[in-house]
């Protein structure tokens, strides 16, 4: 199986600022990476696919990067929506496997 | 619209088996590429992709849990169901079921969209 690691598992920033979230994979997966935001009680949500696309209504605020097996997940200025849990999933092997999760919280 | 909705018990003994049904719409699972999964989350915890049904009927079942899962589709109801059987208290988690969105060019794969979920507590 190949293994997702995100980085860090919390992180407490302010509205405004610019946060980034790191997922590594134990192989490479070339841009077969998607993350996702996850509200409390509710389903998550694709933010990005491939990497770096942008799914269709998701603000630009939010932005992806990387190939291999090294990548990001930016939010260029949080917003107050934004405090939530961020999970990548790599979609490379037929066997799907998400990270641990990244929780967004209000310092 | 493509919307999916998960169903089925609530609360199990141990050991019993569980079947959820994924009933979803504006999408049919006749199309190349089309896929059905389903992934559970236990309560606070991160996410856990469970089992992956194809158009083809091709599956796809998680190494460390294939040996208690069965996914089928029945394409005429528009339905994806999930067994899982000898049901444990570890397996107490929410369990959503996603479409599986595809790009041709690069055949890259996303879940998109979710049903709700369905919480299932397994409690003597």
């Known amino acids: 199986d190949i293994q997702m690691t995100q980085s860090p598992s919390s992180l407490s920033a302010s509205v405004g600022d610019r946060v980034t979230i790191t997922c590594r994979a134990s192989r490479s997966i070339s841009v077969y990476l998607n993350w996702y935001q996850q509200k409390p009680g509710k389903a998550p949500k694709l933010l990005i696919y491939?990497?770096?696309s942008l799914q269709t209504g998701v603000p630009s605020r939010f932005s992806g990067s990387g190939s291999g097996t090294d990548f990001t997940l930016t939010i260029s200025s949080l917003q107050p929506e934004d405090f939530a849990a961020y999970y990548c999933?790599?979609?490379?092997?037929?066997?799907?496997?998400f990270g641990q999760g990244t929780k967004l919280e209000i310092k | 619209q493509i919307t999916l909705k998960e169903s089925g018990p609530t609360l199990l003994k141990p050991t019993q088996t569980l079947t959820l049904t994924c009933n979803f719409s504006g999408f049919s699972l006749n199309t190349g590429g089309v896929g059905v999964g389903w992934i559970r989350q236990p309560p606070g915890k991160a996410l856990e992709w469970l089992a992956l049904?194809?158009?083809?009927?091709?599956?796809r079942y998680s190494p460390s849990l294939k040996s208690r899962l069965t996914i089928t589709k029945d394409t005429s109801k528009n339905q994806v169901v999930l067994s899982m059987t000898n049901m444990d208290p570890v397996d107490t988690a929410t369990y959503y079921c996603?479409?599986?969105?595809?790009?041709?060019?690069?055949?890259?794969?996303?879940?998109?969209?979710w049903g709700q979920g369905t919480l299932v507590t397994v409690s003597s």
């Open positions: 049904i194809y158009w083809n009927d091709d599956t």
């Open positions: 491939a990497a770096s």
């Open positions: 996603a479409r599986r969105g595809f790009g041709e060019l690069l055949g890259t794969a996303w879940f998109d969209p």
């Open positions: 999933q790599q979609t490379y092997s037929t066997i799907y496997t």
